[in-house]
T-cell receptor, first 114, second 115 residues
Framework: SQQGEEDPQALSIQEGENATMNCSYKTSINNLQWYRQNSGRGLVHLILIRSNEREKHSGRLRVTLDTSKKSSSLLITASRAADTASYFCATDDPLTTGFQKLVFGTGTRLLVSP | DAGVIQSPRHEVTEMGQEVTLRCKPISGHDYLFWYRQTMMRGLELLIYFNNNVPIDDSGMPEDRFSAKMPNASFSTLKIQPSEPRDSAVYFC?????????????FGDGTRLSIL
């Protein structure tokens, strides 16, 4: 299975601190996406990074991608209580299942305390 | 704009009963996905459609599961007969046609409990 594995499984920090989550995957990819899931809700797309990109920013989010290590990281800076959620990476597999089919990682549960 | 709409939000039923989950994708989106989320197995893709045609149903666990998309604005996932191990949160997602790497837009899911 290409399912990504994320670590840590759970992360607890204080407001204002930075949160870093890591994702590892197994096969070549075209894109890697990060999603957030609030409790009881569906997943929400955060950011996409293409295989030829190494770093991408969006607001307080910073994503890096290292295709040689088959890994990505998501950094949330100056975290807020509202960032409390689960975060998932998702990869495609252009060689087998095409661009549209995504495989989601196991997720990191982030708790940001006031 | 309305997002992906799923119904019901919660369903509790007894083992052996037929369960039908419904999804309305975002207008103009050509792809529709059905996922199942459990603590043990995470988020699993069950089936996806392109322009109402099933493309990949390799994730459908058993013949008890079936999915249809009779038109661009409606899809159903049916379980018959249901079993306790089918208890999970079922998500529907849609994405537009254009190019690879399109984000998927998720509904808020149906929490299914089979007693």
């Amino acid at each position: 299975s290409q399912q990504g594995e994320e670590d840590p499984q759970a992360l607890s920090i204080q407001e204002g601190e930075n949160a870093t989550m890591n994702c590892s995957y197994k096969t070549s990819i075209n894109n890697l996406q990060w999603y957030r899931q609030n409790s009881g809700r569906g997943l929400v797309h955060l950011i996409l990074i293409r295989s030829n990109e190494r770093e991408k920013h969006s607001g307080r989010l910073r994503v890096t991608l290292d295709t040689s290590k088959k890994s990505s990281s998501l950094l949330i800076t100056a975290s807020r209580a509202a960032d409390t959620a689960s975060y998932f990476c998702a990869t495609d597999d252009p060689l087998t299942t095409g661009f549209q089919k995504l495989v989601f990682g196991t997720g990191t549960r982030l708790l940001v305390s006031p | 704009d309305a997002g992906v709409i799923q119904s019901p939000r919660h369903e509790v039923t007894e083992m052996g009963q037929e369960v039908t989950l419904r999804c309305k994708p975002i207008s103009g989106h050509d792809y529709l996905f059905w996922y199942r989320q459990t603590m043990m197995r995470g988020l699993e893709l069950l089936i996806y459609f392109n322009n109402n045609v099933p493309i990949d149903d390799s994730g459908m666990p058993e013949d008890r599961f079936s999915a249809k998309m009779p038109n661009a604005s409606f899809s159903t996932l049916k379980i018959q007969p249901s079993e306790p191990r089918d208890s999970a949160v079922y998500f529907c997602a849609s994405s537009p046609r254009t190019g690879p790497g399109q984000p998927q837009h998720f509904g808020d899911g149906t929490r299914l409990s089979i007693l």
